[in-house]
């Protein structure tokens, strides 16, 4: 799930209809007061309260204008990573961190910049931690890998000795290249 996506409630009467009915109920309701916008949708068979109303067209709103800033950072770091293909992966990062800023703090209220900064570092941190465990799991099948090739080793070794047809030089060769060390 993205920083751009929560999870909606379940009780949420709005938030739980598809994506193009919530962006028509809120260009309805730029137009129109909340009473208005109420009835229209209870026209609908839709029932909400005003202040459910209210709370919905905000977060909405909120939501609508974080896509618009995540979006425009994306165009700006794709930009970076195009006029200067040298660029450090971190300060193209702190970058893009810094235009993403930029556009949260043009919506003028402190409570909406502190929501997208702290939306967009826990995005961050969820990406940087997935990292972490993709390189853990890597990690894990190389050593898998050197330990099933140890005890190919090993097997064949054990094999070696206990061929009876050998003389204990020609075994000695054998091991010696079964550990590479011929």
């Known amino acids: 799930m ?3 996506q929560r999870k909606t409630r379940a009780d949420s009467v709005l938030g739980t209809l598809p994506e193009d009915r919530q962006e028509t109920i809120a260009a309805y309701a730029r137009t129109h007061t909340l009473e208005d916008t109420i009835a229209w ?3 609908d068979g839709v ?3 005003r202040s ?11 939501r609508q204008a974080f ?3 995540e979006q425009s950072t994306e165009e700006f770091a794709a930009f970076l990573r195009e006029s200067f293909p040298d660029i450090d992966p971190a300060e193209l990062d702190r970058r893009a961190a810094l235009f993403f800023q930029g556009e949260a703090m043009k919506t003028g209220d402190a409570e909406t910049y502190l929501a997208f900064a702290t939306a967009r ?8 931690r997935l990292a972490q465990k993709e390189r853990s799991l890597s990690l894990d099948e190389r050593k898998l890998r050197l330990i099933e ?6 097997d064949a ?4 000795l206990g061929e009876s047809t050998l003389t204990p030089e020609e075994r000695m060769t054998r091991i010696r290249q079964i550990f590479g060390m011929a």
């Open 149 to 154: 090739a140890k005890a190919a080793q090993a």
């Open 52 to 62: 459910r109303l209210s709370v919905w067209l905000s977060s909405f709103s909120l």
């Open 2 to 4: 993205s920083a751009t």
């Open 157 to 160: 070794a054990e094999k070696t």
């Open 41 to 43: 949708l209870a026209a």
């Open 47 to 49: 029932r909400i309260s």
């Open 67 to 69: 896509k618009a800033a």
């Open 121 to 128: 570092h826990k995005a961050e941190t969820d990406r940087a």
